[in-house]
């Protein structure tokens, strides 16, 4: 009896020590299932092919580290709310996912969001920046930089390197996304105080923008703000160096693609823009996915792609705190998430669930997008 | 300011005149709205855009370029899609219209398997070029347009006027069959109303792409939408319409953005033409009696 308890006595002491001495090897990964609503067929299915190649990339990364088990399930949504709804609720009800990542559009967002708020299951959008999403409830995240926080940063950025203290505006009128734009650039050229000398208009497929750009070059502006998508904005950057309009423009996400300078040439060289992805960026974090994922999907990483890869990760991140596969746990691991560093920089939740993070600025100079100091 | 937008204004103006021209050819000779004009019009571009970045040629070459590949397209047309129509039995006047909007739909969808989709740039050597006259600046390009369109227009009313073909083509014209018993071979005469207006579209193209710096296959339909304006504005079948028609729709177009509200480019430009179609209900140079020349 004796010498069976002394037995167990080290027994459990060796336990013990061997327990804290090696406790990652030992523990279990914290396994979870993980939901994804991407567009993976119909109009859009690039988008969703973006998107789902980052998550599994990560997925890969993150089981190979074994902090965390992530199975993903994923569901196509083919970009219709009523698709993307009965997909959430598969998700929710008979998969019994931890956690989901998407919907890919922001119309998407507005019905399953609320789907899966009211089932208490933590729902992340990874490209939806319209206004409004993590205010849905207190389950919604997102970790999409909005335009109506891009724009402000390289608005603040080039007034104070070109010393800017007059713009002319010119957007396209019939485009929510331009328009929404054109708001968040007037509203940071209040904010600073610039002098506006003059706001134009254009329409979609618009030929002939010499009117505007005429009427522009007159009132003699520090720099033009243009809210443009890339194949308009292109088009007038070209005509307005024509004409002699050199001054610094400052675009929105939608200026930012490297077609504007396949069709705008040398005139592209001055354009301002604010992105949360920049493929090109010298750190070894970025390098090092660009590379991974070039050479797992034969092209380069997009934005999209970018911003799933982190999302999984910072959710990764939230699963190791919660530790175990609980919705409200995880739903509380995720909006404590502060200055997670991946590969689209320092990344916080504000209080709102909502991005917190500073977008790059960057600039054409020499026919390329380089970093804009 | 002034004078720079009245040059912007005539420049564009008489891009739409020489599109616009196309229409009222066609129209007046052979009663039908041609509606693959644009599309004819945008593949003058394109071979223009192609001729001026592949093979450094100069404008002039682009321009003979664009004439043939878009007269080429005119005869066929003309061949595969209005003269199978053409005095059948039975077919309704609106078959040769629709044939034509299937040529359109089929140009447009070759130019975007042929050329792709997007903005392509189109690169001319003198796009910066310019001078100054007083306070105003003038560019080489604005002035290079104005001499081509005003030159084509001069050469199109000199040549219906005293040719033997343009007088021929008046008289088609006015009555086909007259015309017919007169000994004019109106067959002839059709063929090559139709490839005369496509060449004067292709023309256009090149102007356009010139203009404007960029080409794209979806560019044929806004500009064809415009035509039509300027030919009901002008009078239909008017060739002197068409190039009123097309100076009043440029230069509206870019006043309202000068000294009004750019929003309303399009629609005040319209309204324009809708305040004049009330007061002249013919158009500008249109007969009052149309069913008269019939």
């Known amino acids: 009896m004796r010498k069976i308890s002394k037995f167990f006595l080290t027994a459990s002491i060796l336990a013990l020590v061997l327990a804290q001495a090696i406790p990652a090897a030992q523990a279990a990964p914290v396994a979870a299932k993980i939901g994804v609503i991407s567009i993976i067929t119909g109009a859009g299915a690039a988008y969703g092919e973006a998107i789902t190649n980052g998550f599994k990339m990560a997925r890969d990364e993150l089981n190979a580290k074994g902090e965390v088990k992530i199975e993903l399930l994923i569901e196509d949504s083919s970009g219709k709310q009523e698709q993307a709804l009965a997909a959430a609720q598969k998700l929710i009800n008979s998969q019994q996912v931890t956690a989901i990542l998407g919907p890919t559009l922001s119309t998407e967002m507005k019905v399953v969001g609320p789907e899966a708020n009211a089932s208490g299951v933590p729902i992340m959008g990874t490209s939806t920046t319209a206004a409004g999403i993590t205010q849905i409830g207190k389950y919604v995240f997102r970790n999409s930089l909005p335009e109506s926080l891009a724009i402000p940063a390289s608005v603040k950025k080039a007034v104070a390197k070109y010393n800017i203290k007059s713009v002319a505006m010119l957007y396209g009128n019939d485009d929510v996304f331009t328009k929404s734009g054109f708001d968040s650039m007037k509203k940071a050229a209040t904010d600073l105080g610039l002098k506006v000398t003059t706001i134009e208009e254009f329409q979609k497929g618009q030929a002939d923008y010499k009117a505007q750009l005429t009427k522009i070059k007159a009132t003699k502006p520090d720099a033009v703000f243009c809210s443009a998508l890339y194949e308009e904005g292109a088009v007038i950057l070209s005509q307005a160096r024509k004409m002699g309009i050199n001054q610094p423009f400052v675009g929105g996400n939608g200026f930012n693609s490297p077609k504007v300078i396949d069709i705008a040439k040398e005139a592209a060289n001055g354009l301002v823009v604010a992105t949360p992805w920049f493929a090109d960026k010298n750190d070894p974090q970025v390098k090092a996915f660009v590379q991974k994922y070039e050479k797992a999907y034969g092209k380069k990483p997009d934005q999209f792609a970018a911003q799933a890869y982190d999302a999984l990760y910072i959710m990764g991140e939230a699963l190791k705190k919660a530790g175990q596969a609980d919705r409200n746990k995880m739903r509380d691991a995720l909006a404590g998430i502060r200055n997670y560093n991946g590969v689209l920089g320092k990344f916080s939740f504000d209080a709102e669930r909502d991005v917190v993070m500073d977008p790059n600025v960057l600039i054409i100079k020499d026919g390329k997008f380089q970093i804009f100091n | ?294």
Not at chain 2, 30 to 44: C, P, R, T, V
Not at chain 2, 181 to 209: F, H, K, P, Q, W
């Open chain 2, 1 to 294: 300011m002034f004078f720079e937008q009245l040059i912007n204004g005539i420049t564009l103006g008489s891009i739409y005149a020489i599109v616009a021209l196309g229409y009222t050819l066609v129209f007046g000779v052979l009663d039908i709205i041609n509606m693959a004009h644009g599309e004819i019009f945008m593949f003058g571009a394109f071979v223009g855009m192609l001729l001026i970045s592949y093979f450094e040629a100069p404008v002039l070459l682009a321009l003979g370029g664009a004439v043939l590949v878009t007269a080429a397209m005119g005869l066929l047309l003309e061949r595969l899609a209005l003269r199978p129509l053409r005095g059948k039995k039975g077919a309704s006047h609106l078959a040769s219209l629709i044939s034509t909007i299937g040529v359109s739909i089929i140009l447009e969808n070759l130019a975007h398997h042929l050329f792709g989709a997007g903005n392509k740039p189109f690169p001319t050597s003198f796009a910066d070029a310019s001078f100054t006259v007083g306070s105003t600046t003038v560019y080489l390009v604005q002035v290079i347009i104005l001499v081509i369109a005003v030159l084509l227009m001069v050469g199109l009313s000199l040549w219906l006027r005293k040719a033997k073909a343009g007088k021929a083509l008046r008289a088609t014209a006015e009555n086909l069959e007259t015309a017919s018993l007169l000994g004019i071979n109106t067959g002839r005469i059709i063929v090559s109303t139709v490839v005369v207006a496509s060449a004067m579209g292709g023309i256009a193209g090149v102007l356009v792409g010139m203009a404007f710096n960029y080409v794209n296959n979806q560019m044929g339909l806004p500009m064809g939408l415009k035509g039509l304006a300027i030919i009901i504005l002008g009078g239909m079948g008017s060739v002197n319409g068409a190039m009123a028609g097309g100076l009043i729709l440029g230069l509206a177009e870019t006043f309202v953005v000068a000294y009004g509200n750019s929003g309303y480019r399009d629609a005040i430009a319209f309204v324009a033409i809708i305040v004049i179609l009330l007061i002249r209900p013919q158009g500008i140079f249109g007969q009052a009696l149309p069913e008269a020349k019939r």
